[in-house]
């Protein structure tokens, strides 16, 4: 059980979708602060221009809220490919002028077609002097959001190290998991390591494989693999573990090896483990 001193925010596992709901909700109130600070302290004999407000407020923050899954793609191209500190704060600077720029852009002309027929100055004079007074507020914004990219990307790492631990020690007591707890449509159950036919690597997940139908676990391959029994489960790939009881025959398909289950479902074979795959099927 979690103690009641953990926030409930830090309950649930971060993910991007509930990272992005967060900010959505985050985003709404501050605009909508903004907006009633206008109508309350709105100082005219003219009527309170309310799309005009509303444009100012919400438009100018939801449309940033566009650009935020481009920041994360940025964040994890600067996360696999650069590997130097100042060649990454170089990346986000460049690539953070760049939306900001491009924001300023779409909340001016947003605005700018409200007040055209008014306005004696031009388009671009107007943009370049927004430019000047907001580009370092963005770039500002574009860092907390990257900021907040890698505190859920650390979490995630943590998250998973833990299962890792926990996998770990219960291997080192000789303790193998009896059965996995799954969810399914926000309901949680488990399922008997006795019904898994085969488990497959998934991103961040795994996959594990059930008469017909797969169930996704927040968990390493490696750490799952550790957690269960190696006298019945065996890794024959990189990325799959398989039941022992399952496997049929092994193959060899155009000099690549392949393990066949009992419902004739072939998987791939590594010659890494292939050796061991066979001392446990003469057991």
Not at 114 to 138: G, I, M, P
Request: glycine share 4%; hydrophobic share 45%.
């Amino acid at each position: 059980m979690e103690p009641a001193s953990v926030p409930v925010l830090l309950r649930k596992p971060w993910t991007e979708k509930r990272l992005l709901k967060w900010l959505f909700v985050f985003i709404t109130a501050i605009a909508s602060i903004q907006f009633f600070q206008n109508y309350l302290f709105y100082n005219s004999s003219y009527p309170f221009p309310y799309l005009q407000y509303i444009t100012a407020s919400y438009l100018s923050f939801y449309t940033y809220f566009l650009f935020v899954p481009i920041i994360f793609k940025a964040s994890k191209f600067a996360e696999s490919k650069l590997h130097s500190i100042a060649w990454m704060i170089l990346f986000h600077l460049v690539v953070g002028a760049m939306l900001s720029a491009a924001h300023l852009l779409l909340i001016h002309f947003i605005g700018w077609l409200q007040v055209y027929q008014w306005s004696e100055e031009s388009f671009f004079s107007s943009y370049l002097f927004q430019l000047s007074k907001w580009l370092h507020f963005e770039i500002l914004i574009y860092g907390f959001l990257v900021f907040i990219w890698k505190g859920l990307d650390y979490m995630k790492w943590t998250q998973l190290k833990q299962t890792e631990e926990t996998a770990e020690a219960q291997k080192s007591n000789g303790n193998f998991v009896a059965s996995i707890k799954v969810k399914e449509g926000g309901n949680i159950s488990f399922i008997s390591v006795n019904e898994i036919r085969w488990i497959e690597a998934y991103d961040n997940y795994i996959k594990i494989r059930v008469n017909g139908r797969y169930f996704l676990v927040r968990q390493t391959l490696s750490s799952i693999e550790r957690a269960l029994n190696p006298e019945f489960f065996q890794r024959i790939h990189r990325s799959v573990i398989v039941a022992i009881e399952q496997v049929e025959s092994i193959r060899v398909d155009n000099g690549n090896y392949q393990v066949v289950l009992s419902d004739q479902t072939p998987l791939k074979l590594s010659r890494t483990y292939k050796d061991a795959l066979e001392q446990q099927l003469s057991k």
